[in-house]
């Protein structure tokens, strides 16, 4: 099978050069790039299976080079790996805000950047391969298409988005708590806080409009899909 083509954009050429080792080393096929023009340009010109994207970055930063990549249609699909030396709430949020599928922050193990690039590339990997429809009332969730039709209009959703919504709607009524909506959808062990997970479905909701109510909050507790 293939190795997945993964674009890196990151401006220190030493963290470059480590990252492209490591991922050249489990066989992916690796373009770099230094900034965030360079990042849409080669995105837009050859689709790569997922970005590692620095948050700062000369000019153009990250968050920007990810809105911009999230609102393309042609590359909106594209799993997003942000890295960041900021580790404040705040800038984590964002980036999930703007469609950042996963991140990290500086400094970061090499083995552990190369365990997350495997589980969003599963997710996606997964994802493609299931051919479930769920319907409920006036909402369709398509998972083999990845496609969400809310009263016969599509509703585009982030890659995060779409995956905590098929897992809420797979087990109508099951309350989720938030740690394990995060291991979920993200995997064993990743780092974000619970204000993060309340971040994404309060975004999810506002694209879902009246069918939004469907993803009850329990209080105390988390989240749970209407039975």
């Keep these: 099978m293939a190795k997945a083509r993964i674009l890196v954009v990151e401006d220190e050429k030493d963290i470059l050069d480590l990252i492209e080792m490591n991922l050249e080393r489990e066989g992916y096929k690796v373009k770099c790039v230094e900034n965030g023009e360079d990042c849409i340009k080669a995105a837009r010109e050859k689709l790569p299976d997922l970005i590692i994207l620095d948050l700062m970055l000369p000019g153009m930063d990250g968050l920007d080079v990810c809105r911009i990549i999230k609102n393309d249609s042609k590359t909106r699909h594209i799993p997003v790996i942000m890295l960041t030396a900021k580790g404040e709430e705040s800038d984590v949020i964002t980036g999930l805000e703007m469609g950042a599928d996963d991140y990290m922050t500086k400094p970061f193990s090499p083995k552990v950047l190369i365990a997350r690039v495997k589980a969003v590339l599963r997710k996606v ?3 493609s391969g299931d051919e479930g429809v769920i ?3 006036d909402l369709i969730i398509d998972q083999g298409r990845r496609e969400v039709i809310c009263k016969g209009k599509k509703i585009d959703l982030t890659f995060t988005e779409f995956e905590l919504l098929y897992l ?21 062990g990743y780092p974000v806080t619970e204000r993060a997970v309340d971040v994404q479905i309060v975004g999810l909701r506002k694209k879902l409009g009246e069918s939004g109510e469907l993803i009850e909050t329990i209080r105390g507790v988390g989240y749970r899909f209407k039975d």
């Design 125 to 127: 990997s997964m994802a």
């Design 135 to 137: 319907r409920k009332k």
């Design 168 to 188: 809420f709607s797979r087990r109508p009524g099951w309350v989720f708590t938030r740690n394990q909506i995060v291991q979920a959808v993200k995997g064993d």
